[in-house]
């Protein structure tokens, strides 16, 4: 059976809590984090983005506008058991649609060390070293120019 991943935004409440507790669950959790760290003060003005495979919330992103021309990626995280099935990348490929049709001209993010190859084999650049998050994990500000993606 061929499994269908669907990439959209939250249509539901319900939906967009479940999107909290998987970036909570995968990107804060771990480090003792209290719940409600997972949001910060864009949730409203943002565009969640969620990966849904066999009714199942497996990956979410979030992007918005940091200021004219540029917009920022935060929490992109994908199920553990799931990783290496195209679902970042399948996020991803979304979020620079939306970019691209609102004129956008770069993109920002801050990449844990783990995480970086991945956004390096897209076409982001590390512009600088980012802050140390947790006291632990290293991050890499890392920036794409819009012109540079090949597919759409």
Known sequence: ?????????????????????????????????????EKDSFE??????????????????????????????KYLVVDEKLRLKKIGSNLLEAIHYTARNKGLRYILLNARESSRLFFE????????????????????KMKLNIKKIKRF
């Not at 059976?1 to 409440?13: A, C, G, H």
């Not at 909570?24 to 409600?36: C, M, V």
């Not at 409203?44 to 506008?65: P, S, W």
Request: aromatic share 10%; no cysteine; charged share 30%.
């Open 44 to 73: 409203k003005e943002a565009e969640h983005f969620i990966a849904i495979l066999n009714d199942r919330i497996v990956g979410t992103a979030r992007f918005h506008l940091l200021k004219e021309k540029i917009g920022q990626i």
């Open 1 to 37: 059976m061929n499994d269908i991943l669907i990439i959209r935004k939250p249509k539901t409440n319900v939906e967009l809590e479940k999107e909290y507790q998987l970036r909570w669950r995968i990107l804060f959790e771990p480090w003792n984090q209290p719940k409600g760290s």
């Open 121 to 140: 084999k897209k076409g982001y650049e590390v512009i600088e070293e980012g802050p140390l998050l947790f006291n632990a994990i290293k991050l890499f």
